[in-house]
């Protein structure tokens, strides 16, 4: 049995799964749920799922592919709202190689509509029972790329930088990978990956720091609409509408998501929202690139509990910080193999450097627009620190304290790359780590702050140089690749991971840590995902004994006549198991599928 972390929910830790097993594990005293999966229902009039006659018509009506960022926020015993994210699609396994070959038009444009988010009604006829989707709930909404209508907001809302011969509004959000749910209940959600959409001419510096190229993009939706081209006249600035973090207002099914441009643009992986003790509010965010940076955002104005209008507005007008890291041992002793220095502590102190001070920007050379346009160069000019790929950076909602995944980075210390530092401790860093990092006072809009590196992930039993907080490395669960973090009602942080196959050898998997007293680094796996799937979500309903999470890209390695996996529509959990409704007759291929998990 598992140690006291959490008295709601006691579980005996599963084993590590190897990497090529298709299966989804979870521990012995509990069962998984599918609970939507690509292609079902959403409205009344939503068609059959239906894998050899997909058309955009259709995947507007039903569940999208690949979800990163998942909330079930719960209105009442028995009702509840599922918000998701679509944050790519995976071709390959969605289409037969006929239509991959000889009917792209079809592919292109139903690859649109499965990008984006949903919103999905869920009830349930008693509260031990599972959540079920509610087709044509009254809050159900699909956005998609082509048709869903965004605005920005913020200082660079409004600048030539964001116009287009459409405008100033923009249509879609893509790459969207974490998030958070904000106090005031709306879902925030960051556009990662959106260079891949866009061909450029690759020229200019911002285009560079940015990775746009001349090359026709994977998925070649410039043949089909001429705003995914950056060379073509009047779209010139349609990649600048990408890379932001968008807000959606889940409870009103008619509002029009923003953009926020005062939080800045770069490949965002998520924001995660903290109101201090004083009611000032910040956003942190990563940018998920190798050597990239942390951000913060902290509001303008004071969080007001109950006036939900002013809430939603917190977010346009603030200033914007990137991270600077300094360690307090001396550099020749973090010497990038992962041993700790002789303080016994990756640790020191940090600073928020501005790049923009109450909407207006402090940044040599760079105008207000272009700090949060080109947020990226901006930041290189401040001295930031360059870091492992932050993913979810989350503040813990009992102690304020504030998370960050850094998920890996090949490159640290490789010839013309970023040396080792004590807060990205090691060279060609395959598993990843997590900082720790207290603000000054607590408070949320400190400039100062101090941190420590919480876990060096890795497996003992392979020989990785390893750290639990001081937890013995050989009682903990293996993990690598932190990516998505989520707290449950004691404090444990929750952490799914990506790209665990490749590095240690077993399937992605959601882990719990315990963060205080003797179980702070208690690392114990709960779940373990199918084959070539990442664990997406988390959320942790401890006070049910509820776990949900977003099975995303599962068999992602195969093709649609040879599968790598059959997941969910399979009983691959023994007697446990419960299926979901028959697979569509004529697909037998991985669905990706938001389960929910119970005892
Ligand atoms: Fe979509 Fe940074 O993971
Ligand atoms: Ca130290
Ligand atoms: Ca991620
Ligand atoms: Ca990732």
Not at 426 to 440: L, M, S, V
Request: with cysteine; net charge negative.
């Amino acid at each position: 049995q598992s140690a006291q972390t959490d008295p709601n929910m006691p579980f005996t830790r599963i084993d590590p799964v190897h990497f090529e097993t298709d299966e989804l594990t979870v521990p012995e005293t509990f069962a998984w749920v599918p609970l939507i999966r690509w292609g079902d229902p959403l409205f009344t009039d939503s068609p059959t799922f239906d894998a050899m006659n997909q058309t955009a018509q259709a995947q507007a009506k039903q569940f999208g592919y690949n979800c990163d960022y998942t909330d079930v926020i719960r209105l009442d015993d028995l009702n509840a709202l599922l918000v998701v994210n679509h944050e790519y699609t995976n071709e390959n396994i969605m289409f037969p190689a006929d239509q991959l070959a000889n009917d792209l038009d079809r592919v292109r444009s139903v690859g649109r509509a499965a990008h984006g988010f949903s919103v999905v009604e869920l009830k349930r006829p008693r509260v031990d029972a599972p959540w079920e989707v509610v087709v044509g709930g009254a809050k159900n909404r699909r956005f998609t790329t082509d048709e869903t209508e965004f605005v920005f907001t913020g200082p660079a809302a409004g600048s030539d930088l964001l116009k287009t011969v459409e405008g100033d509004k923009v249509r879609g959000t893509l790459g969207n990978c974490s998030g958070g749910t904000t106090p005031w209940g709306t879902v925030l959600s960051g556009e990662e990956n959106f260079h891949g959409y866009f061909r450029s001419a690759g020229t200019s510096a911002t285009d560079k720091r940015y990775g746009l190229a001349d090359n026709e993009t994977v998925r070649g939706w410039e043949h089909q609409d001429p705003r995914f081209d950056a060379r073509n006249a009047g779209y010139e600035n349609e990649i600048n509408r990408f890379g932001w973090i968008v807000e959606i207002d889940p409870m009103d099914p008619t509002s029009t998501p923003r953009k926020h441009t005062s939080l800045g643009r770069f490949k965002h992986e998520g924001a995660n929202i903290r109101v201090d003790q004083n009611n000032a509010v910040a956003a942190y965010s990563g940018d998920d690139e190798r050597f990239d940076y942390l951000y913060k955002f902290v509001s303008a104005n004071k969080y007001v509990e109950g006036d939900r209008a002013h809430n939603m507005t917190l977010l346009e007008k603030g200033s914007l910080y990137v991270a600077k890291f300094t360690g307090n041992s001396p550099a020749s002793e973090i010497d990038g193999s992962g041993k700790l220095p002789s303080d016994g502590a990756f640790d020191g102190t940090g600073e928020w450097l501005p790049l923009m001070v109450n909407g207006k920007s402090v940044v040599d050379g760079f105008s207000d627009a272009e700090v949060l346009v080109y947020t990226r160069l901006a930041a290189d000019k401040v001295g930031a620190t360059k870091m492992d790929r932050c993913e979810d950076v989350q503040p813990s909602p009992t102690t304020g304290k504030v998370y960050v995944a850094c998920t890996n980075n090949s490159k640290r210390g490789t010839a013309g790359k970023a040396a080792p530092d004590e807060a990205n401790p090691r060279t060609e860093n395959r598993d990843g780590h997590i900082i720790e990092i207290a603000e000054n006072g607590d408070r949320a809009d400190a400039t100062m702050f101090r941190w420590n590196i919480l876990i060096v992930a890795g497996d003992v039993a392979q020989g990785d140089a390893t750290y639990f907080s001081g937890y013995p490395a050989d009682k903990v669960s293996p993990i690598s690749c932190p990516d998505n973090l989520a707290f449950d009602s004691q404090g444990n942080l929750w952490i799914s991971t990506d790209g665990a196959p490749d590095g240690i050898g077993y399937n992605d998997g959601l882990f719990r840590v315990g963060l205080e007293g003797t179980e702070r680094g208690l690392v114990e796996q709960f779940l373990s995902v199918p084959r070539d799937a990442e664990t997406c979500g988390p959320v942790v309903h401890d006070d049910e004994k509820h776990v949900f999470v977003a099975v995303q890209h599962p068999g992602e390695e195969g093709t649609f006549e040879e599968p790598h996996s059959y997941f969910p529509d399979y009983a691959a959990n023994g007697a446990r198991s419960i299926t979901s409704e028959p697979n569509a007759a004529n697909f037998a291929g991985p669905r990706p599928t938001v389960v929910q998990v119970l005892p």
